[in-house]
Structures are given as C-alpha cells and as structure tokens.
T-cell receptor
Framework: DTEVTQTPKHLVMGMTNKKSLKCEQH?????MYWYKQKAKKPPELMFV???????INESVPSRFSPECPNSSLLNLHLHALQPEDSALYLC??????????FGPGTRLTVL | ELKVEQNPLFLSMQEGKNYTIYCNYS?????LYWYRQDPGKSLESLFV???NGAVKQEGRLMASLDTKARLSTLHITAAVHDLSATYFC???????????WGAGTKLIIKP
C-alpha cells in the first residue's frame, strides 16, 4: 500500500481565517514533506520532517506552521494567508532516502 | 548552482510515434526520479534510477541514467493518448531528502 491521504480536497479561506491541512500515511515512512505547487510549475519544497523532527524549513513565511503529532500524521496550519498563497498543497512521504509518494493534494484558494 | 534542466518543456506528438525527454543536472547524484502528473492531479512515481547505466521500463516508457554525463532520458515508444501528462524529473542531492526538480515536460499525444 503506497497511499498518502490528504484532507480536505478543496479549501477556500479568507485572509483572516485559520485553517489546517491534514496528511496521513500508514506505510511506516519516517520522512514526511509539505510541498506547494503553482500551476504549470514543479512542486516547491516547504518543510521536511524526519523521524517526527523538523529538518528542513525552506524559508517559508510564518503564516504557514507545520506540525507532526506522530510518525503517521502531518498537519499544516494556515493563518492570515495572502491571495498569492493559493496553490495545490501536496504532502509526501518516503522511507528515507527513497521514492517520495504523494497524496492527492489540497487545492487552496485564498480570497 | 544546483540545476535540473528538462527539454523539451512542451511536446505535441502523434500517436504511434517515438520520442525522448531529456533531463540534465548540474551536481553529482546517484539517484534520479521520474514522476507523472495529470492535469489538476497529484504526482505519480514512475521510476527511480539508482546507479550509472540503470535502465527501467514500464509499458511504453523506458528511463535510463548516465551519471557521468549527468543525464537521464525518458523514452516513449509508440505513444498512446493515455500518456498525455506532464513529466518531471527530480534529482536527489543527498541533503536531508531534498530533491531538485526539473521544470516539467508537458506531453500532448494526439490521436
């Protein structure tokens, strides 16, 4: 089973809202990732968790706050986003270092 | 500078034809990935190439890796419409599971 699940599939939020994206995997992978992808572009790495510890934060604005409650779960907390943050947010996991398996993504629109 | 260059960036071809997508990278790496992305969807892992001379095939797609030339190719044989998608290569730079992504090749196969 190489499934990574993400919720919600779609999210529309105002610039003053607080929301969270959720990602789950049950493959026993020790590395989990958040990516942001704009249309017609490759994914951009935001955060990497390795063994539940944040190992990479690619200079992401503080309005994005990751959390890894346990080895299977990854959250991305969103607060005071800007319209330019509208994008597809992808979660991935891997048995490090190895193929990253991506979830279906959350399509985020910030109004 | 770490760079991964794909070409072409856009390819329109007829069914039944053969073609090759190229992925050049600027740094030493022994691990290269190919992913497929359908419009509005997530990324699907196609191949991981682990060593010089590695060749992998799945259906009408064949990928190869030349680490000395820092070049990978994705060859499409007798293309069919279902292969229409955007194809990304990504290089493992051996640093905290980070991948450097190519810009993607948008492939359109006309019946």
């Amino acid at each position: 089973d190489t499934e990574v699940t993400q919720t919600p599939k779609h999210l529309v939020m105002g610039m003053t809202n607080k929301k969270s994206l959720k990602c789950e995997q049950h493959m026993g992978h020790r590395a989990m990732y958040w990516y942001k992808q704009k249309a017609k572009k490759p994914p951009e790495l935001m955060f990497v968790y390795s063994y539940e510890k944040l190992s990479i934060n690619e200079s992401v604005p503080s309005r994005f706050s990751p959390e890894c409650p346990n080895s299977s779960l990854l959250n991305l907390h969103l607060h005071a986003l800007q319209p330019e943050d509208s994008a597809l947010y992808l979660c991935a996991s891997s048995q490090s270092p190895d193929t990253q398996y991506f979830g279906p993504g959350t399509r985020l629109t910030v109004l | 500078e770490l760079k991964v260059e794909q070409n072409p960036l856009f390819l329109s071809m007829q069914e039944g034809k053969n073609y090759t997508i190229y992925c050049n990278y600027s740094t030493t790496s022994d691990r290269l990935y190919w992913y497929r992305q359908d419009p509005g969807k997530s990324l699907e892992s196609l191949f991981v190439l682990l060593s010089n001379g590695a060749v992998k095939q799945e259906g009408r797609l064949m990928a190869s890796l030349d680490t000395k030339a820092r070049l990978s190719t994705l060859h499409i044989t007798a293309a069919v419409h279902d292969l229409s998608a955007t194809y990304f290569c990504a290089v493992d730079i051996g640093r905290n599971y980070q991948l450097i992504w190519g810009a993607g090749t948008k492939l359109i196969i006309k019946p």
